[in-house]
Structures are given as C-alpha cells and as structure tokens.
C-alpha cells in the first residue's frame, strides 16, 4: 500500500468510502452485513487505514456498520471520517445533536477526520450563517480532542468554493473533491484543485471512478490505453491519473464486493502515475468524447435576453449535458433543485423565441422539455 504524509500522519492512499456498501435485494437501507464486515477486514488487513463514512449513507445505516466492525480493532490503528450533513437543510440547526449520535453510532470517542459535507448552492448560504453556530461547534470538538481534523467536502461552483474558503479556509486542513479525468473539464475539476492548491489544503478524492462509470471505457479510449501501457487494467488508469497529481493525499473509492477491494489495493500496491503526455492525451480524448455527446452551447447567452420566463438556458443546458452523458446520478438534479423555482427547466412555454437566436441551432424548448421530465423538476 501507499502512503502518503499528512502533517504528522501516514495515511494510505486508497481510502474506504463506505456509501456504497454490499445491500441486501438492491436495497441501499439494508447493508449485507456479513458482506461488508468482509470488505473492512480485507481492506484493513491489507493496507488501509482511512474509512470515511457519513450521517446519511446508506440511510443512516453506514455509521453503524463502520462503527460495528472497525471498533474490533485498535482505535489508534485506522483513521475514521464522518461528516456533517448540512446537504439537508433540515439539520443545518441540529450540529451538536447529530454530532454526539455519530459518535455512538461510530463507536468512537473522537472522529480522526470530519467534514462539513457537500458545500453547494443550495445551502452555501446556510453554512455561512453564524446564526447556527457549525464552525464554531465543530471548532469547539477539536478543542476538546473530539476532531482531529476538519475538512469539506464539495460538489458545488468554483465561486461556491471561494465563498466558503473566503469565510473558513483559514479553519480547513483538507477538502475532498469530484475529481478524475472524466470531470477534469466537464465539472470544471482542474480550477477548483487550483483554488484549494491556492489555499494550501491538501486534496482528498471522492469519485474517482465516477460512481464505477470509469471502470469500463470506450472503444477508443481503450484502445489508446493499450498503446499506451498494455498491462493497466482500465480501473487502474483513473487511479493512475490521480497519483499523478501531487495535490491529492487520499482517494476514496465506494468498493461494493470483495473482488473490488482487492483489485483497488493490489492497484495501490504501486506507484505508476501517468506522465505528462499520458495524462494529456487522457484529457484530450475525453474532452473529444464530452463535446461529441452533449449539446454543443457556447454560452453566448444570446438565448436569455429572448426568452420570456427569464430562464438561465445555458446554465440549464450545462447540467442537461452533465446528467445525459453520465447517465444520470445526484449532480444535476441537486443543482437544479437549488435554483429558484421559477428557473427551473419546466417553465420553459415552449414559444422557440431563443431558438431563433441560437447560432448553433439548439432545439432549446425540446432540451428544456426533456430535461425537466428525465429529474422531475
């Protein structure tokens, strides 16, 4: 296993995500218990060290399996992470309640790492508000030896992440990004570790594999992979990109059965980052690939100075592209639920007045309709 230094820490590259546990009957509420007791115990054995759980993976239930079973082991040996989950604006007033019930749940005295979770649009606002008191209680837990360490984690804007930097960086030792060669452009990757870089904060990886789509690849990409390093299996090439990136200390990587466990591990059993030229030609294909798929907008905005419901289309267009070509997932769905309700995609009236001003001859109304029907919204 690799590891890798975090102030007086070694901590193994390969992480634990503990949101995508084996389930029982398809049924994420339900860990197979005996399945994932497995997982730990093969992955602790082997190596890792670092387990990240979180209030609401799982349905709650992730916290008590990685309290279940890592409390067999030594507290000093492995490192566990849990998270606040401001992402509901439902708890963004409970933080000492959730706190202290994670803690049992865990079965632990003090969490090693913990983070303020999933700093987007929809509750940016809510996190910065003093008037519920997170920083400061989270800041009061690492006083008292309850927190080691504090971080954040993020799927929101670029300009999301500098508020929040703007108002905590200061109290930040890490933050845990979407980050592969897939997201590296298409979600605007590469600015927001530029930023985090820019604040001195060590990266964690959350999504290296985006959710197990980057386990298989296309035709093309594969082919270029072979050319270039005939024995990585393709899993290995995400993983291989990140360990190219001196920025990045953890990779958290959601291992459903035992055979992805080990398969992980024997891939960070060495150190093959991808050099320069290898990691670009990544880029380029996929970037090709991205703007092959998705609706060619250039953000010429020319569109919403005609569209009578004052709809943002090319923001719009953008989380289109990014729920249609990942075959879906939470993103776009949590995007568009944070913006005001008469800006969402089913308000469009269907008039084509923007279609008659796109240069690229976008059926707007058609996305639009289509959009709103694919998340519900």
């Not at 390969?14 to 509420?29: H, I």
């Not at 497995?38 to 349905?59: L, M, P, Q, R």
């Not at 916290?63 to 082991?73: I, M, N, P, Q, T």
């Not at 309700?341 to 976008?362: D, L, W, Y």
Request: net charge negative.
């Amino acid at each position: 296993m690799i590891y890798r230094d975090f102030q007086d820490l070694k901590l193994s590259g390969l992480g634990l995500g503990m949101m995508r546990l084996p389930v029982v009957d398809g049924n994420d509420a339900v860990i197979d218990e005996a399945a994932a007791a497995e997982i730990i115990d093969y992955a602790y054995k082997n190596g890792v060290n670092y387990f990240d759980t979180a209030w609401g993976y799982h349905s709650g239930n992730s916290e008590l399996v990685a309290g279940k079973f890592l409390s067999r082991y030594p507290r000093e040996t492995y490192y566990l992470a849990s998270k606040f989950p401001g992402y509901d604006l439902s708890n963004i007033n409970k933080v000492k309640e959730i706190f202290e019930r994670q803690l049992e749940k865990c079965r632990t005295p003090y969490f090693d790492f913990y983070l303020i979770h999933n700093v987007y649009e929809g509750n940016i606002d809510a996190y910065l508000d003093p008037q519920y008191g997170i920083i400061d209680y989270l800041l009061r837990q690492k006083e008292n030896g309850r927190i080691k360490h504090i971080g954040f984690s993020a799927h929101g804007s670029v300009d999301v992440i500098s508020r929040f930097l703007a108002a905590y960086g200061e109290h930040m030792e890490f933050c845990q990004l979407q980050l592969n060669y897939m997201d590296w452009h298409f979600q605007n990757a590469e600015e927001k570790l530029a930023l985090v870089r820019n604040a001195n904060i060590p990266v964690w990886v959350m999504e290296p594999l985006r959710g197990g789509k980057l386990a298989s690849a296309s035709k093309e990409l594969s082919a270029e992979f072979e050319k270039m390093r005939p024995d990585e299996s393709i899993p290995a090439w995400a993983f291989r990109f990140l360990q190219a990136i001196p920025d990045v200390t953890v990779v958290l990587s959601g291992m459903s059965n035992l055979e992805q466990v080990k398969e992980n591990i024997k891939i960070w059993s060495e150190n093959k980052p991808l050099t320069e030229c290898e990691f670009n030609k990544v880029i380029e294909i996929i970037d090709s690939q991205v703007s092959k798929a998705g609706v060619p907008c250039t953000q010429c905005h020319y569109c919403t100075s005609h569209c009578p419901k004052g709809l943002p289309i090319p923001e719009l267009i953008a989380l289109y592209n990014e729920h249609k070509i990942t075959g879906g997932g939470f993103l776009a769905p949590m995007a568009v639920e944070s913006m005001p309700e008469n800006e969402r995609p089913a308000n469009c009236v269907g008039c084509h007045s923007c279609e008659r001003v796109c240069p690229q001859g976008i059926m707007i109304s058609r996305i639009m309709k289509e959009f709103s029907e694919m998340i519900g919204m």
